[in-house]
């Protein structure tokens, strides 16, 4: 479980988030949608308590990022919109080396790692050292790495950018199997058909704020539009910066 | 899906956790490997030693060698000529202008005797013989000398001679001696050669570190690792330690290796042609080694500030070159003011270690107070430099890569 409440961060003179509130609930997947630039990735930052915000508080699992930003990063599994890998480590001693900042036991590392090395269909290129990855297959180890210690809940900015279409179908089913799993899933993205396909719920910002957070329905019955794509370009007010 | 208890015990791996993978990669990494323990401390005692050689023949050869020199009038006066030649001296054939010659470094120097030479002689008055040389000229000091003591040498013969001839003691003409009684001893003269031996080492300590500062920081921010890193639930402070751990691991192994190099590159300086001795074995290099503690800390953590302030790992590159004059400076400082060391310099970073390992070159041992001075001077400014790197690892703006 993911609250913000009031979020506020400002870089100079530019505001880039300016009051967001929301909630992403366990076993749900919670998208935030928006244009290029309306302050997703600050937000997201701000939740793995990479950037500390101005006023407004995070609390994850009921836990307050600003008391205890460690404890919050246990409870965190990310995959940041910067997900660079070592690329004189192979993609297992890549995932081996989170999972020991997280502070794994070896054994359970060993258990942990191997399962998600099938879950994500990556036997083939686990040994490999990651320089000359394809995309998908960066994104695959940047995933395993951010999931090792079984988090709770899972913050994944902008996940399938880059990827083809065959990886992007794997990557949502293995986002529909983390919410299976009752785990708190929150995405960003500023594809809407990806976000309305997927999402148990839907926070659209635009320019730093809240313009909507309702379910797919309630938004399409909120804007009168029949369909997601006017509806979000409704809210936002222009379509700008998204994507089909 | 249970949320893993830390214990204490767990927690406290994880700078090593940081240091060892960094240490890991880092092995992998040919570049590095090249410069840290190949090139960066091999080059110095190899090149220090060429220079040694070098300047040690040429020295030897100076003071061996036939010195031809042109004389002007060598007919007026045949029997300094003779004596010239006994001391090693070609007379060479005139030449024109020697002034010129010497001014073009045609020539280092010439001896011009006039035509009333002889006939003063005969009067028994004071004759004059001129030596023509350039003293801006480094390479002319040795020759001048050479001939110089020749010269008057030749005259307090002659003079001793003629006071004989009237009847009275040489001794009458010297009422006073200078007895020159050097107290250098062959270590102490190995000191002005091995003036640049401590800027060596510390030259060695930065370069086999500096790869690993660059890509610790600017590298992992530049290759967007950075952010994900931070994203794990450790305390900044212990990332940064386990780097500055794998920083220093990197540059020790480096001196260690540049110090076994100079332990055999130090049997083949010529140094008993000069009647010196060097200490170059075991106990020189644990003692140099103990030293550079501090300052291997402090290098490293001077690099990862200069490279943690770059936006970009060419800029990290540009800013820590420009650091690496920073070790030239008691090198430089010592050169142009030679100063009486003082127990105060010890405890400045940089300048601490050149004295100290001065004193080793000396064979005179480094004192405890001057090595507690040493130590605790650099170790506090290594804290320093550290806390402030620290501090700059907690700034939100590092992590974030563009």
């Known amino acids: 479980m993911i609250e913000v409440k009031d979020l506020h961060k400002a870089f100079g003179a530019v505001k880039a988030v300016d ?20 302050g997703k990735t600050t937000t997201l930052r701000m939740l793995y308590t990479l950037m500390k915000p101005d006023r407004g508080q995070v609390l994850v699992d009921g836990i307050d990022a600003a008391v205890d930003p460690l404890a919050v990063r246990r409870r965190l599994g990310v995959l940041p919109d910067a997900r660079g890998l070592y690329k004189r480590l192979t993609a297992r001693e890549n995932i081996d080396y989170f999972a020991r900042l997280q502070g794994l036991p070896e054994d359970e590392l060993r258990t942990r790692r191997e399962a998600l090395v099938t879950a994500l269909d990556m036997a083939d290129i686990a040994d490999r ?19 090792i210690h079984d988090p709770r809940n899972v913050i994944l900015d902008e996940p399938t950018n880059g990827l083809d279409v065959m990886a992007t179908r794997a990557l949502r089913e293995f986002m529909r199997n983390l919410k299976a799993e009752g785990r ?19 926070v659209v910002i635009a320019r730093g704020r809240v313009v909507a957070d309702a379910t ?11 369909n997601l794509e006017e509806a979000f370009v409704k809210l936002i007010g222009s379509d700008e910066g998204l994507a089909a | 899906m249970n949320t893993p208890t830390m214990t204490p015990v767990r927690r406290a791996r994880a700078i090593l956790t940081v240091f060892l993978k960094e240490v890991r990669e880092n092995l992998r990494d040919r570049r590095t490997l090249t410069s840290a323990f190949l090139t960066g401390p091999l080059l110095t005692p190899l090149m220090f030693m060429l220079l040694i050689n070098f300047t040690i023949n040429r020295e030897l050869d100076k003071a061996e060698q036939p010195l031809k020199v042109p004389v002007i009038g060598a007919q007026y006066a045949p029997n300094l000529i003779n004596a010239l030649k006994e001391g090693g001296v070609v007379p060479q054939p005139p030449v024109a202008d020697p002034e010129q010659a010497v001014r073009d470094q045609q020539i280092d120097l010439a001896l011009r005797i006039r035509s009333s030479y002889p006939e003063a002689w005969r009067k028994g008055e004071p004759v004059q013989v001129e030596l023509i040389y350039d003293s801006s000229q480094r390479d002319s000091h040795t020759p001048v000398d050479r001939v110089t003591d020749l010269i008057e040498n030749y005259a307090r013969m002659q003079g001793a001679m003629r006071l004989v001839a009237r009847g009275l003691s040489p001794a009458t003409a010297v009422p006073v001696v200078v007895a020159k009684r050097d107290q250098a001893t062959p270590q102490s003269r190995a000191v002005l050669l091995f003036n640049i031996l ?19 920081t ?8 950075l952010e994900p890193l931070f994203a794990n639930p450790v305390p900044r402070w212990k990332i940064f330690l386990g780097k500055l ?34 200490h170059m074995g075991p106990s020189f290099a644990l003692h140099v080694l103990l030293l550079q503690a501090p300052m291997i800390v402090l290098l490293a953590s001077l690099q990862s500030l200069v490279a943690a302030f770059a936006k970009s790992y060419r800029e990290a590159q540009t800013y820590v070159s420009l650091l690496m004059m920073l070790p030239i400076l008691p090198s430089v400082v010592l050169m142009v003011m030679p100063i009486k060391p003082q127990d105060w310099m010890y405890s400045v970073p940089l300048l601490g270690q050149h004295l100290g390992i001065l004193d080793l070159v000396r064979g005179s041992g480094v004192s405890p107070l001057h090595l507690a001075l040493c130590l605790g001077g650099s170790a ?3 804290v320093i430099a550290a806390g402030i790197t620290m501090q700059l690892y907690r700034s939100e703006r590092l992590a974030i890569s563009g």
């Open chain 1, 19 to 38: 009051g967001v509130t929301f909630a992403a609930r366990d076993g749900q997947i919670t998208g935030l949608l928006g244009p290029n630039g309306a």
């Open chain 1, 129 to 147: 050292r990651t320089e000359g990855f394809s995309q998908g297959q960066r994104v695959k180890t940047a995933i395993a790495r951010a999931l």
């Open chain 1, 184 to 202: 708190c899933v929150l995405f960003s993205s500023h594809i809407m058909q990806e976000v309305g396909a997927l999402c148990d719920r839907i």
């Open chain 1, 216 to 226: 797919p329905d309630e938004l399409r019955a909120q804007t009168g539009e029949s």
């Open chain 2, 198 to 216: 401590p800027y060596l080492f510390v030259l060695t300590l930065f370069i086999g570190g500096m790869y690993l500062a660059i890509d610790l």
């Open chain 2, 218 to 225: 600017a590298g992992e921010r530049e290759r967007q690792s």
């Open chain 2, 245 to 278: 751990a794998a920083i220093c691991a990197f540059s020790s192994a480096s001196l260690v290796i540049c110090l076994v190099g100079f332990s055999v590159v130090g049997r083949f300086v010529p140094t008993e042609k000069l009647g010196m001795e060097l």
């Open chain 2, 380 to 382: 506090v400014a290594a």
